[in-house]
């Protein structure tokens, strides 16, 4: 089974960025659509971004639209959230998530079977 490692998280000061990276052992993610999910305490999980396998389209949440990038590099078995102009609300834990050739229309938790253990982002000064 694809398990999903995020890195890149940490501490930034409102309007700095940071750079998340999700990779996989078990598997490659080349054939995967991947999610960037975020959560903080007492809210749900929601969608920011995903990134289809095949044309690498792209879906951005309206508070990620214009700050955040979603890319691949299939040959570092790598995906990337960048992270611009952090706002303090974009505090939280960061998940990665895959699901097989998906299409990014639907961008839910239920619609990604293999989860990473998330990366924490704070912005604050």
């Known amino acids: 089974q694809l398990q999903l490692v995020e890195s890149g998280g940490g501490l930034v000061q409102p309007g700095g960025s940071l750079r998340l990276s999700c990779t996989a052992s078990?598997?490659?993610?080349?054939?995967?659509?991947i999610g960037w999910f975020r959560q903080t305490p007492g809210k749900e999980r929601e969608g920011v971004s995903c990134?289809?396998?095949?044309?690498?389209?792209?879906y951005y949440a309206d508070s990620a639209k214009g700050r955040f990038t979603i890319f691949r590099d299939n040959a570092k078995n790598m995906v990337y959230l960048q992270m611009m102009y952090l706002k303090p609300e974009d505090t939280a834990v960061y998940y990665c998530?895959?699901?097989?050739?998906?299409?990014?229309?639907?961008?839910?938790?239920?619609?990604?079977?293999?989860w990473g253990q998330g990366t924490q982002v704070t912005v604050s000064s």
């Open positions: 998530a895959a699901e097989l050739w998906a299409d990014c229309s639907i961008v839910t938790v239920d619609s990604f079977g293999s």
């Open positions: 078990g598997g490659t993610l080349d054939s995967y659509a």
């Open positions: 990134i289809t396998s095949v044309r690498s389209s792209t």
